[in-house]
C-alpha cells in the first residue's frame, strides 16, 4: 500500500497568513493526488484534483502542486473560514489512502 | 446540482450485518465510478470500496480491513449505491460517506453512523 504523510500535523496561523502543507508518498504516484478540506461534524470538501487542478467553486487562495512523491497545498492568504483540518489522498493505487491530516487553527 | 444522501446507519451488534444505501441525485448516476469512506469517531478517513460503473462491468474494489466482508453494489435504476456489511466488528464503527468517484472525489453526502457494539 501507498503510504500518505503530511507536515505539520497542526499549525496556528492568522487570517491573512500565507499557509503551505506538505504531502508526500511513499511511492511515485504522477499527478493522482487531490486535497480535501473537513470542518468538525462536515463532510469533506474537495478542493483539488490532479494535483493541482481546482475544483469548481473553490477560491483561487488554494492551488496545488508537485508530482511524483512529493506535493504541496497552499493557502495564499488565510480566511476565517479557512480554519478546518486538511487531507491529502492518493488515487494512483489501489487501495486509495489518505494522509492523516493537518489542523489549520488560530494563532 | 449533486446530491447523495446516506442512510441506514444503526447501532448493530458485534457479528452482524447491516445495509447501508445513497440516494444520488443532480447527475448521471450511471456514468460514474461510486466510492464508499469512513472516519471513524476523532480519527482520519479511510477509503472502504468502489463501484465501477456499467462500461466497465461494475468491477469493485475494497479495503483490505473489509475485503470478504464488505460488498459495494449499486442500482442504476433507483440512482443507489449501497454497502453491505456482513461480520461487523467493533472496529468498524465510523461514519460513512458515499462519494462520487470523479475528479479525485468530487462530492460527498453528509455520512451515516454505524456503531458496531455490544
Known amino acids: 500500500d501507498i503510504q500518505m504523510t503530511q507536515s505539520p500535523s497542526s499549525l496556528s496561523a492568522s487570517v491573512g497568513d500565507r499557509v503551505i502543507i506538505t504531502c508526500r508518498a511513499s511511492?511515485?504516484?504522477?499527478?493522482?493526488l487531490t486535497w480535501f478540506q473537513q470542518k468538525p461534524g462536515k463532510a469533506p470538501k474537495s478542493l483539488i484534483y490532479?494535483?493541482?487542478s481546482l475544483q469548481s467553486g473553490v477560491p483561487s487562495r488554494f492551488s496545488g502542486s508537485g508530482s511524483g512523491t512529493d506535493f504541496t497545498l497552499t493557502i495564499s492568504s488565510l480566511k476565517p473560514d479557512d480554519f478546518a483540518t486538511y487531507y491529502c489522498?492518493?488515487?494512483?493505487?489501489?487501495?486509495?489512502?489518505f494522509g492523516p491530516g493537518t489542523k489549520v487553527d488560530v494563532k | 446540482e449533486v446530491q447523495l444522501v446516506e442512510s441506514g446507519g444503526d447501532l448493530v451488534q458485534p457479528g452482524g450485518s447491516l445495509r447501508l444505501s445513497c440516494a444520488a441525485s443532480?447527475?448521471?448516476?450511471?456514468?460514474?465510478?461510486m466510492d464508499w469512506v469512513r472516519q471513524a469517531p476523532g480519527k482520519g478517513l479511510e477509503w472502504v470500496g468502489r463501484?465501477?460503473?456499467?462500461?466497465?462491468?461494475?468491477?469493485?474494489e475494497y479495503a483490505a480491513s473489509v475485503k470478504g466482508r464488505f460488498t459495494v453494489s449499486r442500482d442504476d435504476s433507483n440512482n443507489s449505491l449501497y454497502l453491505h456489511m456482513n461480520s461487523l466488528k467493533t472496529e468498524d464503527t465510523a461514519v460513512y460517506y458515499c462519494?462520487?468517484?470523479?475528479?479525485?472525489?468530487?462530492?460527498w453526502g453528509q455520512g451515516t453512523l454505524v456503531t458496531v457494539s455490544s
Open positions: 462519494v462520487r468517484g470523479r475528479k479525485g472525489f468530487d462530492s
Open positions: 443532480g447527475f448521471t448516476f450511471s456514468d460514474y465510478f
Open positions: 463501484n465501477r460503473n456499467k462500461a466497465n462491468s461494475y468491477t469493485t
Open positions: 511511492q511515485g504516484i504522477g499527478y493522482s
Open positions: 490532479d494535483a493541482s
Open positions: 489522498q492518493q488515487y494512483h493505487n489501489y487501495p486509495y489512502t
